[in-house]
């Protein structure tokens, strides 16, 4: 029973997208409304159900090759609410045309499936088929937008990148299981330290893994995808990708670093299977130039959706900080970025869609003045992505002192002074952005007048409440969400 | 609801503010139906006022502790605390921000484009400038000093002048470079010390004092280099030559009553950070960096005060006469004596009522001749006989420039003369630059006051210029009261500063 109502949020998920599929090839007619009803039902159900079993966790099934712990369940609430969030944008704006929106539905269900899937999976084979469960979905996401030469392009992008990144993956993990001639990463891991790995074949598959983990994230060197993806996507896809592929990079990461690679050592300063390997030293290079990289692209972007692209890509940098201290305090505060993470970046997308729908383009030149059409829209753009990128007196400014302090905390002061001026950089790229929106606010209020878009103004607005309140809340409520975290991670397998 | 009185007054214009975005769209285009959204904002404007005039009386002023103090845990994790608290650094100073705000909304009342959202955003600011003001805890006093930025960037960009946007961002990217410094100030701070602590109190008294951290493989001395990081975090607040550019900009296009917000208010609780925060935690840096702090005093008494001469318009003058009067300040907070820095802190409030006067008679004069230049390029006056037309606008003005220049019987003599006491010690050469940039700015000031308002009827002007209404005079009564009274009367309001400022000094030696 208790394995049951541990799987059983994903059961649903499966239920769900089985009810959309089968609506959308026997229905015709007025049916979209109803998928969008039946969907948001299966997800809302979904997060109640995996609210309530945090208690039961956690556990270990299907011969070990799933765990449903802390770690696993928060990420299935972030993935859940990140799919409800994306189709309740997709249903309030016009980029995903009505008669789409089935095809959508389903393939944002399966996504948050598979990433739920893939945050439990603790086998070699388990988490390699999820990677590829997500990234095709990922891939046929992207290029959903059918007349869009860009969005096409993005996808062809999204396949190359992913095939190269999970071709290495797979080359890391044959080594692996040749070493170990098992597959489970708790085995592996036990396997590893009865008999050590030679230190250069370490070093490669620690490489490999590292490659294919930079690429999930979207940092340095393998973000390259990121602003192409999230440009060409159709912008509620953007926001669930954005979101949705990199918090499924980090729950592999989170678990695999830990089971099998980075325990401590006896010996300070050494590790249990890497020995005296200077990972970290790596991945702060790694951290440090995606930091760097992001915010400086992010400066000078002409285009809305490249800019919070380039955002997103410094966030992960400042994500990864999380992993690169890997403990408690770290991973805690990676949870307290992805939970606000949701919202606002959600949001951002989901206000970048309205502008496009409102602009028909999100060249910042053209939504210039953006804000006399649409003023509480505008704002809450500017706010989300002040969240996003964490400036008081949004609660993403806590998300970023805790990453940063516990890196200070490590001794990697030069890191977070890298992390402070990239968050200057953002800043100076939020302020241009919001510069275009501001436009010239005054002449046309003064020659138009207010002018707003009635059109499903309410809906839009009890959207936008109903990301704002969760923003408070965790700002307000910080600890409580930081005391949950904690409690995720006292319950996970490792 | 003794005990709250603090968030009270945060809370309040939060409240107000909520309402504007709240109160239904149309109105606001037609100025004569917009009532309903205005006196709200005015009502909670005045109501955290009011609270403010309770938190006076209940002030004891014999003692240096903190008053009304509230503490409540916010992030246990992070030892962060919602701790507010007054006494003598920062009474003054709240009770500025208490009596600028609500002028300000009503300098504001007849805002024909989006008057909602401008008076939302003052709310705004009068709750994030009290909460800086109050919160004991550095993470609070971060997140409330970071949040009064963000408001200026959209009073500038959309209620300013032609180049309103240019000078928007370069204000954005000042203000937002400044909070990234002294938020990496904070962060060295916070994990210096064990157990990790943010309060102002807890980390009072030197415990920085010989704490190291590595960079780049050398140790590095914590004190030194978060007091760096503070000093340059708030010289980009407040306007230090030579990176005062963004601030010069800001006044050329911000409407005068926004200036007025980022003059008389955000400078002087810049400063006040500063004191707080260099006095407390740092007590060894501040005795080294005395000597530095008051030649960059001078320096900036020294170029606001030449830079003022060649000012054309009321509004770049009044930002140097701002550049010049923080200099002042900053010799006050170096002299280390008390007289210096009481007369450091009564400054503050003096210039801050001056700056408020200033702004608010320039807005006037802007309003009413569509130009704020009173002297053309070649030299001749643009502006001239106001005096005639409309003698209360030029009383007005003559005791705000009065009482800038210093004149006894007026707030600004009492901070004057304490600032030229104080700064005696440190060297009488400091003294005679005080003497010489008062006279320069005699110079500059009565030539203003002289063109604009006395003279015959310039052509250019339209001929002519109506006297003040009744909503303008009555926003001029508590400025020029509050000039009177602090200058006539300074013994209760020094006596609340001194307790506290006697025993921080204590602390230094």
């Not at chain 1, 249903?91 to 893939?118: D, F, G, N, W």
Request: charged share 10%; with cysteine; hydrophobic share 55%.
């Amino acid at each position: 029973m208790r394995e049951f109502t541990l799987i059983f949020p994903m059961i649903i998920l499966a239920l769900t997208l089985a009810m959309v599929v089968v609506a959308e090839i026997t229905y015709h007619g007025e049916r979209t409304r109803m998928v969008g009803a039946i969907t948001l039902t299966g997800l809302l159900a979904a997060l109640i159900q995996t609210l309530l079993s945090f208690q039961f966790a956690p556990i270990e099934l299907f011969d070990r090759a799933l765990s449903v712990d802390g770690v696993a369940l928060f990420f299935q609430v972030v993935f859940i609410l990140a799919a409800g969030l994306s189709v309740v944008a997709a249903m309030l704006t016009q980029e995903v045309p009505e008669e789409k929106r089935t095809e959508y539905c389903a393939l944002i269900l399966a996504s948050s499936l598979a990433m739920s899937l893939l945050a439990g999976a603790s086998d070699l084979l388990m988490v390699f088929l999820c990677l590829q469960f997500v990234n095709i979905l990922g891939l046929f996401l992207a290029g959903s937008g059918k007349d869009s030469p860009l969005s096409a392009e993005a996808s062809i992008k999204y396949l190359m990148f992913w095939s190269v990144s999970s071709a290495l993956l797979l080359y890391g993990m044959s080594a692996l299981f040749s070493a170990a001639h098992t597959l489970n990463l708790h085995d592996i891991q036990m396997a590893l330290i009865q008999h050590p790995l030679g230190r250069e074949s370490l070093v490669a598959i620690f490489c490999l893994f590292l490659f294919a983990l930079t690429f999930q994230v979207g940092s340095f060197p393998m973000y390259l995808w990121v602003p192409d993806v999230l440009e060409g996507a159709p912008t509620p896809v953007s926001g669930f990708l954005s979101f949705g592929i990199r918090a499924a990079g980090f729950s592999f990461a989170i678990r695999f670093l830990n089971v099998v690679f980075a325990q401590r050592g006896k010996v300070p300063g050494t590790w249990e299977v890497l020995g005296p390997l200077e990972w970290p030293q790596i991945l702060s290079w790694i951290i440090g130039a995606t930091l760097l990289i992001g915010s400086l692209l992010a400066v000078r972007q002409t285009r809305a959706k490249r800019l919070v692209a380039c955002l997103v890509v410094t966030q992960s940098g400042f994500l990864l900080m999380g992993l690169l201290v890997l403990n408690h305090v770290g991973i805690a505060a990676v949870f307290y970025n992805l939970t606000v993470e949701v919202f606002s970046l959600l949001g951002a997308f989901f206000l970048l869609a309205f502008l496009r729908d409102q602009v028909g383009s999100d060249r910042l030149e053209d939504l210039r003045g953006a804000l006399a059409r649409a003023v509480p829209e505008c704002i809450y753009l500017v706010l989300f992505l002040v969240c996003l990128v964490g400036l008081p007196p949004m609660p993403g400014f806590l998300g970023k002192f805790a990453l940063m302090g516990s890196v200070v905390q490590q001794g990697w002061t030069g890191l977070a002074l890298i992390g402070v001026f990239s968050q200057i950089l953002s800043a100076a790229a939020v302020a241009r952005f919001a510069y275009y929106l501001v436009g010239d606010f005054r002449t046309t209020i003064e020659r138009d007048g207010l002018s707003h878009n009635r059109e499903g103004f309410r809906a839009r607005q009890i959207f936008l409440l109903s990301l704002t309140l969760p923003l408070i809340i965790i700002g307000v409520g910080s600890q409580a969400i930081l005391n949950w975290a904690g409690k995720a991670l006292q319950t996970i397998l490792w | 609801m003794t005990q709250h009185l603090i968030t009270f007054m945060i809370v309040l214009p939060l409240i107000g503010a909520l309402f504007q975005a709240l109160l239904p769209q149309s109105r606001e285009v037609d100025a004569s139906r917009g009532g309903v959204s205005r006196w709200v904002a005015l009502a909670a404007s005045v109501g955290s006022s009011l609270f403010t005039v309770a938190l006076l009386f209940s002030m004891n002023s014999q003692s240096p502790d903190l008053q009304n103090v509230e503490i409540l845990p916010w992030v246990g994790s992070y030892a962060i605390s919602y701790e507010l608290g007054v006494d003598g650094l920062n009474v003054l100073l709240v009770l500025l921000v208490g009596l600028i705000f609500p002028l300000l909304i009503a300098e504001e009342w007849e805002q024909k484009v989006g008057s909602r959202g401008m008076h939302g955003l003052f709310l705004l600011l009068q709750s994030a400038f009290v909460g800086a003001l109050c919160a004991q805890d550095l993470f609070l006093q971060f997140f409330f000093w970071s949040l009064s930025s963000l408001p200026f960037y959209f009073l500038v960009s959309i209620w300013g002048g032609k180049g309103r946007e240019t000078a928007a961002f370069r204000l954005a990217v000042a203000s937002s470079l400044g909070n990234a410094l002294l938020f990496a100030a904070l962060v060295l701070i916070y994990y210096s010390v064990d157990p990790h602590s943010f309060s102002i109190r807890e980390l009072a008294g030197g415990k920085l004092g010989g704490k190291v951290f590595p960079l780049f493989g050398q140790e590095l001395p914590v004190h030194s280099v978060a007091f760096g990081l503070i000093c340059a975090s708030l010289a980009l607040r407040a306007p230090i030559w030579p990176l005062h550019g963004w601030f010069t900009e800001t006044a050329e296009e911000a409407s005068p009553s926004v200036f007025v917000a980022l003059s008389a208010v955000s400078v002087p609780v810049a400063t006040y950070i500063f004191i707080r925060l260099g006095y407390s935690l740092f007590p060894e840096t501040i005795v080294t960096a005395a000597g530095a702090i008051v030649v960059v005093g001078a320096i900036n008494l020294v170029m606001g005060g030449i830079c003022a001469l060649g000012q054309t318009s009321l509004s770049s003058l009044m930002a140097f006469i701002c550049l010049s009067q923080v200099g002042l300040m900053l010799i006050g907070i170096g002299s280390l004596n008390s007289a210096g820095v009481v007369g450091a802190v009564y400054q503050q409030l003096s210039l801050g009522l001056g700056l408020a006067g200033f702004g608010l008679f320039s807005g006037l004069i802007a309003e009413r001749t569509g130009q704020s230049n009173f002297i053309s390029n070649d030299g001749t006056s643009r502006l001239g006989g106001v005096a005639t037309q409309a003698p209360m606008i030029a009383l007005v003005a003559g005791v705000v420039v009065a009482s800038l220049l210093g004149f006894p019987g007026l707030g600004g003599f009492v901070s004057g003369a304490l600032l030229t006491l104080g700064s005696y010690s440190v060297s009488p050469a400091v003294v005679l630059l005080i003497v010489g940039s008062l006279l320069l700015s005699t110079y500059y000031l009565f030539n203003m006051y002289r063109s604009v308002f006395l003279g015959p009827i310039s052509a250019e002007g339209n001929g002519r210029f109506p006297e003040l209404n009744l909503r303008e005079k009555a926003y001029f009564v508590p400025i020029l009261g509050g000039l009177v009274a602090f200058g006539v009367y300074p013994k209760p309001w020094l006596d609340l500063v001194k307790p506290t400022i006697l025993t921080l000094l204590s602390t230094l030696k």
